[in-house]
């Protein structure tokens, strides 16, 4: 099915074509994103930042003006697998008024192969098409990871559209009304040549939550369940080093051990044992949280 624009002499301008439709796939407009700060533990700082640096040069561009500094040109979210990066951008999508696009870079190379450059390409143009605009570009690894130079063809396809990713990002400049967003779980394996000044110059750690954030999160997971005499503050203690899907994890489990009971309300027990249960699990995977 391709289309075609046509000019008055018939003649043929532009045909759009297949690369349309699988960019309907891979990218996700996420205009009413449903996450609203009210559902993120902690992190309270980490989206402040994100939102001045992405959003504000949208916004409020006379601020950066007046004071005479250049907006980062990229952002780049990192820190350990369930800390909440995802999450965040799903808040900024939520709050920001501009159009905010997501694309994955773990999908871009493994459900597109061969078309991850032309998708990136398309992926910025659909950003100035509809800007103001946030691009976001998830598990940014899949695509930026160190040059392997192993020969293979897949290794090959990733370095174009890594390059491609270059390309566009040197094609703007730090005041325009398309802001880049891109998050990884493994920083340290990115090509350098993302990080360089110009690209992704402003990082911010993710971490992972602190004694205050920990019972927020297990409080925002808990919020629906039907609560005994549950001390979350000894569940707190108990779970140093979880990040934030291991918390969410805790809590879905103490409810699964509360129905396997047959019982009215979800108790200490159930708590405990749930997090026992995450953390042998996350022992048993090399995960962080021992
Ligand atoms: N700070 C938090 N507050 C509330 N829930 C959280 C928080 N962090 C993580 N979660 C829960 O864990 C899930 C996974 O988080 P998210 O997808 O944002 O992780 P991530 O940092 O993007 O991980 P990855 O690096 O693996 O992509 C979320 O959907 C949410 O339910
Ligand atoms: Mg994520």
């Given at each position: ?279 042998n699990e996350a022992v048993a995977d090399n995960r962080?949280y021992?």
């Amino acid at each position: 099915m391709e289309k075609a624009s046509v000019r008055n002499a018939l003649s043929i301008v532009k045909v759009i074509g297949k690369i349309y439709d699988s960019r309907v796939c891979v990218m996700e407009l996420w205009e009413s994103a449903d996450i609203s700060n009210a559902q993120i533990g902690g992190l309270a700082n980490e989206i402040k930042e994100v939102r001045e640096a992405v959003e504000y040069p949208l916004t409020r561009p006379e601020i950066f003006q007046r004071i005479g500094v250049e907006p980062p040109k990229g952002i780049l979210l990192y820190g350990a697998p369930g800390t909440g990066k995802t999450l965040i951008a799903k808040a900024v999508a939520h709050e920001a008024k501009a159009t905010f696009i997501r694309m994955s870079g773990s999908e871009l190379v493994h459900k597109f192969i061969g078309e991850g450059a032309g998708l990136v390409r398309e992926l910025f143009q659909l950003a100035r098409e509809r800007a103001p605009a946030i691009v976001f570009i998830d598990e940014i690894d899949a695509v930026g990871s160190m040059r392997t130079n192993d020969g293979t063809s897949g290794s090959a396809e990733v370095q174009r559209t890594l390059m491609q990713l270059l390309a566009e990002m040197d094609g703007f400049d730090n005041r325009g009304d398309v802001r880049i967003m891109a998050a990884t779980n493994r920083a340290d394996m990115l090509d350098p040549a993302l990080l360089r000044p110009g690209r992704f110059d402003r990082l911010i750690e993710i971490p992972v939550p602190d004694k205050e954030a920990r019972l927020q999160i297990l409080k925002i997971h808990s919020r629906k369940m039907q609560l005994g005499n549950v001390e979350m503050d000894a569940i707190v203690s108990m779970t140093e080093n979880a990040t934030g899907a291991e918390l969410e994890a805790i809590c879905r489990e103490a409810g699964m051990m509360a129905v396997r009971r047959e019982a009215e309300k979800v108790e200490m027990i159930d708590f405990t044992d749930a997090a026992r249960k995450v953390k042998n699990e996350a022992v048993a995977d090399n995960r962080m949280y021992t």
